[in-house]
């Protein structure tokens, strides 16, 4: 029996089965089969071969040599989909170079597709204690305002800053741009959410 043959459509939603199920080969397969009941779901080799194929050439489709591809070509088309799922932080410039098409053909796929670049924008995130610490701290810098007219003079105050447990230090404000068909709410790793306060050194240890 002749080996069945898969469309390069099934090929991208196997690969993000894959990257959304924790890179596993054999749920994708299943998920596969669960999702169309009625169509021969590929076998968790099929999957492990897409899956080697395109990290090691960024396309889901098998390299035929001789051919010139065409900028805006189905296949393309489909590589530059599954670039942006896969890796959504990528510039233009390097989806370009990652697929060997122009950046303008990429471009042109995008805007078709309606995938559009959406800036990252962090909110401070309010938790019930805020309220009140607020309160306390107004009421502190009140009253040392009252004995130093000039105290508010002596605070710096920064940007806001994300510290995680494994030590890095994540600023807000960075510029960060990921390229989606919907603009969907990011979650951040917990952390602990902070806005640094520093005085003079010499003020600190006397309060």
């Known amino acids: 029996m002749a080996p069945h043959t898969f469309t390069n459509e099934i090929f991208v939603e196997l690969l993000l089965l894959y990257f959304r199920n924790g890179e596993n080969q054999s749920k994708a397969s299943q998920l596969y089969a669960e999702l169309h009941p009625d169509q021969q779901a590929p076998s968790h080799k099929v999957v492990g071969r897409l899956i080697k194929r395109f990290l090691a050439t960024g396309s889901v489709q098998e390299i035929k040599h001789g051919r010139p591809k065409s900028a805006t070509a189905e296949n393309n088309t489909i590589d530059v989909l599954a ?27 995008l805007k078709t597709n309606k995938i559009h670049p959406y800036k990252t924008r962090f909110v401070q995130e309010l938790l019930d204690r805020d309220p009140v610490n607020r309160f306390q701290f107004c009421r502190w ?29 994540q600023l807000y404000g960075f510029n960060s741009h990921l390229y989606h068909n919907m603009s969907e709410a990011m979650h951040r790793s917990q952390g602990i959410v902070a806005v640094s306060l520093l005085t003079q050194v010499r003020t600190l240890w006397q309060l």
Do not use: M, W
């Not at 670039?83 to 796929?109: D, F, H, M, T, Y």
């Not at 004995?147 to 940007?159: G, L």
């Open 83 to 109: 670039s942006v799922e896969v890796e959504p932080k990528l510039s233009v410039r390097q989806r370009a170079q990652a697929s060997g098409i122009s950046k303008n053909s990429v471009c042109r796929i």
């Open 141 to 169: 810098a009140a009253q040392q305002i009252e004995q130093d007219p000039q105290f508010y003079k002596k605070i710096i105050f920064t940007d806001e800053s994300t510290f995680v447990r494994h030590g890095q230090v």
